[in-house]
């Protein structure tokens, strides 16, 4: 069981289950907004999104195996732990239940064109472990949109389909702080995924995935990943300004939690080289993101 539990990334997916219960039961529930969804309901969602996450994790890993030997070769799974079969039954059924919970969940919304979502990001995970991957900065900006669509889906399940001319201010300014955090989950993840890069450089050489370390070197990316920090920072540094200098202890949460570790990420990619640095680099991103997710729990303490 717990190689299995591996092979999907059990953490990764209870990161996405955390990140939508929070918007829901921290963000949703505790103000004025009107809701579509019972608890019922939303455990669907979640259900779903992981469901699709989990395959997405699988076919990855199916097509990561000769890169995996090289980068991980001590996690990797398949072959021999698990079987390339088993793998790829394991990858139709998670697809299938999160399409299928995905058209009924639209349905019962009211919103049949929705279910276009999952059978679309369905098809983007597959597409992104056979081929998009292998292209320069494409699949890094597929992947980081579909993480960003994780704290979209809240809204376009449970609050847009509630809107009504009574409610549209309130419904659209709490749609646009997901927004808001989406765009931040987007501008992080990207930031990793250049990062991790860095960390497989030897693995995608051998398995011929054209990454930006391998086009540019590592020194240039290096660079290039530090101009691109550049964005979220001043971001970050805007809403602050711009939304939190009223609140002292948002302030402070977010230069503390959020603020200062990119700075420090930022201080030490210009000089990281070996694939050690990049894990560890990876991991406070990570950390920057879940942090900052976890910053939508503090809502109804500070703004209430």
Not at 163 to 183: C, G, H, K, M, W
Request: net charge positive; proline share 4%; aromatic share 14%.
């Amino acid at each position: 069981m717990k190689k299995y539990l591996q092979l999907i990334r059990l953490p990764n997916l209870l990161m996405i289950a955390l990140t939508q219960l929070v918007i829901k039961y921290c963000f949703f529930e505790p103000f004025p907004v009107e809701i579509t969804l019972n608890g019922f309901g939303f455990s669907l969602l979640i259900l779903a999104t992981v469901c699709l996450a989990a395959a997405g994790n699988i076919i990855n890993d199916i097509h990561d195996v000769e890169a995996d030997e090289i980068n991980k070769p001590h996690k990797v799974i398949l072959g021999k732990h698990i079987s390339e079969k088993t793998a790829y039954n394991l990858f139709l059924i998670f697809n299938v239940i999160g399409v299928l919970l995905g058209f009924y969940l639209s349905n019962m919304i009211g919103k049949p064109i929705f279910s276009g979502i999952f059978i679309m990001v369905s098809g983007i995970l597959y597409l992104y472990a056979t081929s998009f991957k292998s292209y320069l900065v494409v699949g890094n900006l597929l992947i980081s949109a579909l993480v960003a669509l994780v704290i979209i889906l809240p809204g376009l399940f449970d609050l847009l389909p509630a809107i009504t001319p009574q409610n549209q201010e309130t419904q659209r300014t709490f749609v646009s702080i997901l927004v808001d955090y989406a765009i931040f989950a987007f501008l992080i993840n990207w930031l990793r995924e250049m990062v991790k890069d860095q960390e497989d450089i030897q693995g995608d050489h051998k398995a011929e995935v054209n990454t930006l370390p391998i086009a540019l070197g590592k020194e240039r990316t290096n660079k290039l990943i530090f101009g691109f920090s550049l964005i979220p920072l001043f971001a970050i540094l805007y809403y602050i300004y711009a939304y939190l200098y009223q609140n002292t202890y948002a302030m402070i949460y977010a230069f503390v939690f959020i603020l200062i570790p990119l700075v420090w990420f930022m201080s030490k990619i210009i000089s990281a080289k070996n694939k050690k640095e990049f894990s560890n680099l990876s991991g406070i991103l990570k950390l920057i993101l879940l942090l900052g997710i976890i910053s939508i729990a503090l809502y109804p303490l500070l703004w209430k």
